[in-house]
């Protein structure tokens, strides 16, 4: 069974600080790999997608794909408030026009101002 | 308007009850999804439809009727529900993903409490 695992949390950052949000999956030729960022009673969010090795950076967000370890990553620099949210790992399963994409549990993230 | 659209955003109803949730696109996808999000697990997919096709059913039970008459339009007709099927319902769409680059864009849920 394919599987997206994430560490629950929560993690606890000061403001202003690095939070690294960490995910490993389980299907070896998965392709694409997906962030979102979920508020509480809100619905999840798209923040970054990665679909070779190395780094991707948006702003503050910078995504890290590893293929040969099956980890992902996303870390945040500048941690506002704001970021306070549960962030879920989503990977894609092999195989061109696959619909089935497999989300992790979530981390939740909190800042502390 | 832009976006995903979910109708109701809350609903209750009794395990003998028939209600559907609907799902409205605006950005021109050629696929919508249906996912289950529950308390302390991952988001469960499902369904999906593509270009009014279904392509994927995930084992869910008949309690769970889904319809796509168009590919902006999307609902999943609910009957005789348990308890347990209390949660989050997400309808999401995206592009083909035999296009490429396909991120699901999600609508704001519906809050379903069975009693």
């Known amino acids: 069974q394919k599987e997206v695992e994430q560490n629950s949390g929560p993690l606890s950052v000061p403001e202003g600080a690095i939070a690294s949000l960490n995910c490993t999956y389980s299907d070896r030729v998965s392709q694409s790999f997906f962030w979102y960022r979920q508020y509480s009673g809100k619905s999840p969010e798209l923040i970054m997608s990665?679909?070779?090795?190395g780094d991707k950076e948006d702003g503050r967000f910078t995504a890290q794909l590893n293929k040969a370890s099956q980890y992902v990553s996303l870390l945040i620099r500048d941690s506002q408030p704001s970021d306070s949210a549960t962030y879920l790992c989503a990977v894609t399963h092999a195989g061109a026009g696959s619909y089935q994409l497999t989300f992790g549990k979530g981390t939740k993230l909190s800042v502390i101002p | 308007e832009t976006g995903v659209t979910q109708t109701p955003r809350h609903l209750v109803m009794g395990m003998t009850n028939k209600k559907s949730l609907k799902c409205e696109q605006h950005?021109?996808?050629?696929?919508m999804y249906w996912y289950k999000q529950s308390a302390k697990k991952p988001l469960e997919l499902m369904f999906v439809?593509?270009?009014?096709?279904?392509?994927e059913n995930n084992s869910v039970p008949s309690r769970f009727s889904p319809e796509c008459p168009n590919s902006s339009h999307l609902f999943l007709h609910l009957h005789t529900l348990q308890p347990e099927d209390s949660a989050l319902y997400l309808c999401?769409?995206?592009?083909?993903?035999?296009?490429?680059?396909?991120?699901?864009?999600f609508g704001n849920g519906t809050r379903l409490t069975v009693t």
């Open positions: 999401a769409s995206s592009h083909d993903p035999g296009q490429g680059d396909s991120p699901l864009h």
């Open positions: 990665i679909y070779s090795n």
């Open positions: 439809y593509s270009l009014e096709e279904r392509v």
């Open positions: 950005l021109g996808h050629n696929a």
